[in-house]
C-alpha cells in the first residue's frame, strides 16, 4: 500500500516533517521517490518514472507479469510503455515487431473455458484451453453451451489462429497478424489516459 503526492517545492521541507511524524505515529517506514512522470489509467495501473529513471509499472503496464497473473496480448502493456516512455507510436512498433523485441507469444492470449461449453473453431471442436493470435482472414473462436443456442464469439469481430504449438520456422510476416485489433486496443488506453489530465513532474 502507498500513496503518490503532488507536493509544492516550497512545500517539500513541511511535506517530510508530515510523512516523519506519521511514521512515528504509526511505527513504519515510509518508501519515497520522485517522479519524473506517471501515467495512469487508474489506481492500480500506471506507468511512471522516478527521477533516477526507475521505471514503475503495475496492471496493465506490467509486461512480465506474476506466476499465475494473467499474460494475455502483452503486446499492448509492452507497447504502452514504449509509448509514454519513449515517445515510440505503436504503429512503428507494430510494423517491425522483431526491432522492438517482440515475440509471437506477446501476440497471444488463451481464453479457459468451463466445462458446460465446447469450443468450436473453424468447424470442428477444440479443447478448453487454447493459445490464439488475432490473424487476418481467420474463423472465429466460439464457445457454445447447448446445440440449441447461439455460438458465442470469444473475440467479438475478430477472427484468431489456434496456436497451440510453437514453430520457430514462422515468421511474423507468415502469421498475417491483424494489427488492427492490437492498435485499436492500445490506442484506446492511450487516449483514455492522456485524455484525463496526467501528472509530468520536472
Known amino acids: 500500500m502507498g500513496i503518490e503526492c503532488f507536493v509544492d517545492i516550497n512545500k517539500t521541507e513541511q511535506y517530510v516533517e508530515i510523512m516523519n511524524s506519521l511514521e512515528k505515529e504509526f511505527n513504519f517506514v515510509w518508501e519515497h521517490d520522485v517522479y519524473k512522470k506517471i501515467y495512469f489509467r487508474n489506481i492500480n495501473s500506471y506507468i511512471a518514472v522516478t527521477k533516477s529513471d526507475k521505471i514503475k509499472k503495475k496492471g496493465e503496464f506490467v509486461t512480465n507479469p506474476e506466476l499465475g497473473n494473467s499474460v494475455n496480448f502483452l503486446v499492448i502493456p509492452k507497447c504502452l510503455g514504449l509509448y509514454f516512455i519513449k515517445g515510440i507510436k505503436p504503429e512503428e512498433v507494430l510494423r517491425d515487431p522483431i526491432k522492438y523485441g ?32 488475432v490473424k487476418k482472414n481467420a474463423p472465429y473462436l466460439y464457445k457454445l453451451k447447448n446445440s440449441k443456442d447461439k455460438p458465442d464469439n470469444m473475440l467479438k469481430g475478430w477472427g484468431v489462429q489456434i496456436y497451440n504449438n510453437h514453430s520457430d520456422d514462422i515468421t511474423f510476416e507468415e502469421h498475417q497478424i491483424d494489427t488492427r485489433y492490437y492498435l485499436a486496443e492500445i490506442n484506446k488506453i492511450i487516449s483514455e489516459i492522456e485524455h484525463h489530465n496526467q501528472l509530468q513532474l520536472f
Request: aromatic share 18%.
Open 102 to 133: 517482440l515475440h509471437i507469444y506477446d501476440m497471444c492470449a488463451s481464453f479457459k473455458v468451463s466445462r458446460d461449453y465446447t469450443v468450436l473453431w473453424n468447424g470442428e471442436k477444440q479443447q478448453r484451453l487454447n493459445r490464439f493470435f
